[in-house]
């Protein structure tokens, strides 16, 4: 039969969202006690690809075949019944169920008149674990054990369902080295065992130490797939960053002033010492990839998380930032990178939306200024060209590049002195791309200093006068203007600096 030498072939996969193309004609292919590593920026494809393997999404065109039949699902619970498990990197289980629950999580053993068998749910719960040479209480809760601890669960459900096909993403990233060690290995006795295995990760010296071939995927599309004991790390990394930069716009040279932020060895529980500045008039970049650290970061500074040590300091003086509210009132503002769950309030209007951060300045505890909200509204409608009936309209039905402008907007009213951006034209058509990077030009020429967290290469090179990059934590490289090449940033990112 057609293809039943493989153990999965996908074949010219291609889903298409509005306005974007994530997936054009992807091939993939994995044989039984294989590990396939897959590889590419933020962006690439990746996770638009599992999701149509595990059902999640279906796919516009192509086809799926498993063990040489022809697929057809629609559901993760159809995907599953033919041997497809998917551990994203946000593990899914239930903190306050056992680990035996969680294991057979919708599939209990029952006895008669359809009561729980939780006798035999422990014992095969026992069994499975000891498969994976794993000595644990099945009993305890969820919520008491260990990230890594939580991740074998997982593992031992995909078993428990006897998965033909195990796809993994960043699996290790929030592992210490010696856990991050003891799944490799368990991973490679998964392989002995016959699995099919898809591993997502970033980290180059895992995949060369764990994977048979590696398939690297840029733009939506498969950009190659190589054997890993042939493969070359500037290959690799040639083929994650190989595409032309578009030049639709281009940045002026700024002229930058004094020094607003400095940050001085902060750390988390993850981030660690890091330590930067931003002066009026620039843009720096932080580049990495998920797990990076940059949102955290990013937090830290605009008080969403709390620093376990470190210092910020706004215009040379030692500020206290707990909160967001702190940092609002030293000139601190972010625009995150969920602008619809974490930005806007959908259902209400542009003028609500605008005057969100700011209506402290325009009423009183007894009072609404709306005279006052709404001449602010219509000023910012009119400054960041926000395409919208009027400032009455809702936002939900604004284009995303009007969305963004409606964040940009309700964040300005503050008159913030650094910005912080967090993938700002993430979801966004070209033509209102630009249109941003041309207000945060104005931005800089008026004295604002920015700090923007892009995984886009071609933009973030565009836009910043400075770029440093992350990986596990850590400020891995600093690049200048003149010094930044897409394979340095992405070296950087990958911490192969």
Request: charged content about 25%.
């Amino acid at each position: 039969m057609e293809n039943q030498h493989y153990l999965l072939q996908m074949k010219g996969i291609t889903k298409q969202f509005p306005g974007v193309l994530a997936l054009d004609h992807v091939d993939v292919e994995l044989n039984s006690g294989e590990i396939l590593g897959l590889l590419g920026e933020n962006g690439a494809g990746k996770s638009t690809l599992i999701k149509i393997l595990s059902g999640a999404y279906c796919q516009d065109s192509g086809e799926i075949f498993i063990e040489g039949k022809l697929q057809e699902y629609s559901t993760p619970k159809e995907a599953n019944e033919r041997g497809v498990s998917i551990i994203y990197q946000e593990l899914n289980y239930l903190n306050d169920l056992t680990v035996a629950e969680n294991i057979f999580l919708n599939r209990w053993p029952r006895k008669k008149a359809n009561r729980v068998d939780w006798k035999k749910m422990h014992v095969d719960a026992r069994k499975i674990l000891n498969t994976l040479d794993v000595d644990m209480d099945t009993t305890r809760l969820m919520r008491d054990l260990s990230v890594a601890e939580k991740q074998l669960i997982e593992i031992a459900r995909a078993l428990s369902q006897k998965m033909k096909i195990l796809v993994m993403d960043e699996p290790t990233s929030a592992l210490s080295d010696k856990e991050a060690s003891n799944l490799i290995e368990l991973i490679k006795k998964l392989r002995q065992d016959g699995l099919g295995i898809i591993f997502i990760s970033h980290r180059l010296d895992e995949l060369f130490d764990l994977v048979d071939r590696v398939m690297v995927m840029r733009d939506g599309k498969r950009a190659g797939c190589v054997k890993m004991s042939q493969a070359k790390r500037e290959e690799l990394v040639q083929l994650m960053v190989g595409r032309k930069i578009e030049s639709f716009y281009s940045r002026r040279t700024i002229v930058t002033g004094e020094m607003i932020l400095q940050a001085q060895g902060v750390s988390t529980n993850y981030l660690k010492d890091i330590s930067f500045y931003v002066r009026a008039g620039e843009i720096l970049g932080v580049f990495g990839l998920m797990g990076s650290g940059r949102t955290e970061l990013a937090q830290c500074i605009f008080g969403v998380k709390r620093m376990k040590s470190g210092a910020i300091k706004m215009f040379d003086r030692s500020v206290t930032i707990r909160t967001p509210k702190n940092a609002i009132e030293n000139g601190i503002a972010m625009v995150t990178s969920e602008r619809k769950k974490d930005g806007l309030i959908l259902i209400q209007s542009v003028r609500e939306n605008v005057i969100t951060a700011s209506i402290d300045k325009h009423s009183s505890p007894f009072l609404i200024n709306k005279k006052s909200e709404s001449d602010i509204s219509n000023h910012w409608k009119d400054t960041l060209n926000i395409k919208a009936v009027s400032i009455y309209s809702e936002v939900k039905g604004l284009s995303g590049g009007n969305q963004q402008k409606v964040v940009l907007a309700k964040w300005l009213t503050v008159k913030p002195n650094i910005l912080i951006l967090n993938e700002p034209t993430r979801g966004i058509d070209v033509g209102s791309k630009t249109e941003i990077y041309s207000l945060l030009e104005t931005f800089c020429e008026q004295g604002l200093g920015i700090i923007m967290i892009s995984s886009e290469l071609p933009e973030i090179m565009q836009l910043s006068d400075r770029v440093m990059t992350m990986c596990e934590g850590r400020i891995t490289a600093e690049f200048n203007k003149d010094e930044m090449t897409q394979e340095k940033l992405m070296h950087g990112a990958i911490g192969e600096i």
